[in-house]
């Protein structure tokens, strides 16, 4: 062990590197399903929600974190991508230490959730159903395609937060994009 340190020019660069990827926490979109209903387009989202220890902390020391499932709609040509819709789903998770409980809390509807654990409070937020998406009559009959993320909002970060989450992945919990075709609907 002390051979390969010796051998390493900056073990120091090379600790920190190793302990920023450790404590990544990407999240995944798992799937989504697409359904008609009333001439309108909804979808089912699964996902598997990772926190890091330092956004756990962050919640933890009485911070609310602002998480947003993005959707977009987007006509596939070979030029490039046209936008046809945007729509987001925003939730809230505060932790309440007098009462012991975290609290997911959506701004649309103002329904509250009241969890014991994270892994519950995360559990709520992993899987939304019933989300409309657009009218029928809006998406053309040629190769649309619907782009699905999860994500933290910097919006109601401190400032030395989003500075720390530019510069480093220990805030990194936003999945990739997950990306299915509306072909046949």
């Known amino acids: 062990m002390k051979s390969i340190l010796q051998n ?54 009485g911070l609310t974190l602002k998480f947003t499932y993005d959707f977009k709609i987007k006509n596939k040509s070979w030029y490039r991508l046209k936008s046809v819709a945007t729509l987001s789903k925003v939730y809230y998770l505060s932790y309440h ?25 995360k559990q709520s937020i992993q899987t939304l159903y019933d989300f409309p998406l657009i009218l029928l009559s809006q998406l053309s009959s040629n190769g649309q395609i619907l782009l699905t993320r999860f994500h933290l909002s ?7 937060m989003n500075i720390e989450r530019y510069l480093n ?8 994009w997950y990306e299915v075709a509306l072909d046949g609907l």
């Open 154 to 160: 910097n919006d109601n970060l401190p400032l030395s």
């Open 8 to 61: 390493i020019k900056y073990p120091f660069i090379v600790l920190c590197l190793l302990t920023s990827f450790a404590a990544s926490g990407k999240s995944i979109i798992q799937r989504t399903s697409l359904y008609t209903k009333n001439e309108t387009l909804f979808v089912d989202v699964q996902s598997k929600i990772a926190l890091t220890p330092a956004v756990v902390e962050a919640l933890h020391n």
């Open 169 to 176: 992945n220990t805030w990194d919990v936003d999945s990739d």
């Open 97 to 121: 230490r007098t009462i012991g409980k975290y609290i997911v809390s959506d701004p649309v509807t103002f329904e509250e959730i009241e969890c014991h654990t994270l892994n519950q409070a």
